[in-house]
């Protein structure tokens, strides 16, 4: 039997490399686009094809793309939340969708899968499944809207023929996360929060949802949707499994969402005058004291994608920062 062959952008990114990971050890033969500044250095661990390009610049895509590739795993993506990075994020996150789409249907890809964000369905929603609305292209946050019209590059792709799923995990905890939720353990250890935003989330495990984007790949529908949820929680109940895990003593005692909301909009205009992104803003404080909850009967029932509690995904991601130095062992 033919090995069968992946084009995966956003291989350095930590869901990037969870999904290679898996990829390798299930004997894909992948190609790994990066940009030239970016630091490979995980992703040479592991038997891929490195290629330099940009999603931006639709010849260096062309070139690095496999003609007839199995599966365009579209991974890459802009997630600051700062809005000094509008501009680009746009660009990134639209116009670098919209240069993948075509991409891979001029190498005559077989199946794209693209990785979205539950955001795309709104934070206002309590409970969110693919049933209701998306409400993403009404949010204040740049990366909300953007994600969402990047969905809708894809489902252009799709009228025109091309053969493509959509992903929206919840949020993301797991090993080789050094800028996501993993800050928040980083953050407990060294007993830098006073106290907890007062939202709570759906946290999903980065192997499992590395795991559901090839079975996307494999036996998706066509133009689907899948959210992949994991654990409710509240950041309290968060907070409390990192204390157990890393031995931390943060506070739990939930603030009100306004001891959050002046600091950050202080940040941002403060980051408005230096250029520099601030640790805490405005967008970011919304998604910390949203309360939605995710649902993944789809994905659970279509993908076989398969839950992990909390406290696995915050030992994954602990371990992890330990082994590379990036944490001391209490």
């Given at each position: ?7 995966v952008?956003?291989?350095t990114?930590?869901?990037g490399?969870?999904?290679i990971e ?10 790994a686009l990066?940009?030239p ?36 795993f ?20 639209i ?5 993948v789409?075509?991409?891979a249907?001029?190498a ?14 709104g934070l206002?929603?309590?409970e969110i499944?693919?049933?209701?609305p998306q409400?993403g ?5 740049n ?6 019209l ?6 252009k792709g799709?009228?025109r023929g091309?053969?493509?799923v959509?992903v929206?995990?919840?949020h ?12 928040l353990?980083?953050?407990?250890q060294e ?11 759906t ?10 984007h090839i ?24 907070f ?8 931390s003593?943060?506070?739990l ?6 001891l ?5 909009r ?12 601030p640790?805490?803003?405005p967008?970011?404080v ?13 994905a ?14 915050v ?8 082994a590379?130095?990036?944490l001391n062992e209490?």
């Amino acid at each position: 039997m033919a090995e069968r062959t992946a084009f995966v952008t956003g291989g350095t990114g930590f869901l990037g490399l969870n999904l290679i990971e898996q990829l390798t050890a299930q004997r894909w033969q992948v190609t790994a686009l990066h940009r030239p500044s970016s630091d490979v250095r995980l992703l040479q661990k592991f038997p891929v094809r490195l290629v330099e390009g940009d999603i931006l610049e639709p010849d260096s895509l062309r070139r690095a793309m496999p003609s007839g590739v199995d599966a365009v795993f579209h991974v890459a993506a802009d997630i600051s939340m700062w809005s000094g990075r509008n501009a680009r994020q746009t660009r990134i996150n639209i116009e670098g969708t919209r240069q993948v789409v075509e991409a891979a249907m001029e190498a005559g890809a077989r199946r794209l899968v693209h990785t979205s964000t539950w955001n795309t369905y709104g934070l206002e929603q309590r409970e969110i499944s693919e049933e209701l609305p998306q409400l993403g292209s009404q949010s204040r946050i740049n990366y909300d809207r953007t994600k969402f019209l990047a969905e809708e590059e894809v489902r252009k792709g799709i009228a025109r023929g091309l053969d493509a799923v959509i992903v929206n995990p919840s949020h993301i905890m797991g090993r080789y996360d050094r800028k996501g939720w993993a800050q928040l353990i980083m953050m407990a250890q060294e007993r830098w929060m006073p106290g907890v935003p007062p939202g709570a989330g759906t946290f999903c495990h980065a192997e499992a949802v590395a795991s559901a984007h090839i079975a996307a790949a494999e036996r998706g529908r066509r133009g689907a949707n899948y959210l992949m949820s994991g654990a409710d929680a509240s950041f309290a109940e968060l907070f409390a499994v990192i204390n157990e895990v890393t031995g931390s003593r943060v506070p739990l005692r939930p603030l009100p969402a306004a001891l959050f909301r002046v600091p950050a909009r202080l940040a941002a205009v403060w980051a408005s005058i230096s250029g520099e992104e601030p640790p805490i803003t405005p967008e970011g404080v919304e998604v910390a004291i949203a309360r939605a909850r995710v649902t993944s009967r789809r994905a659970e029932q279509e993908l076989g994608y398969r839950p992990a509690p909390l406290r696995a995904m915050v030992e994954d991601s602990y371990r992890w920062l330990l082994a590379e130095g990036l944490l001391n062992e209490r």
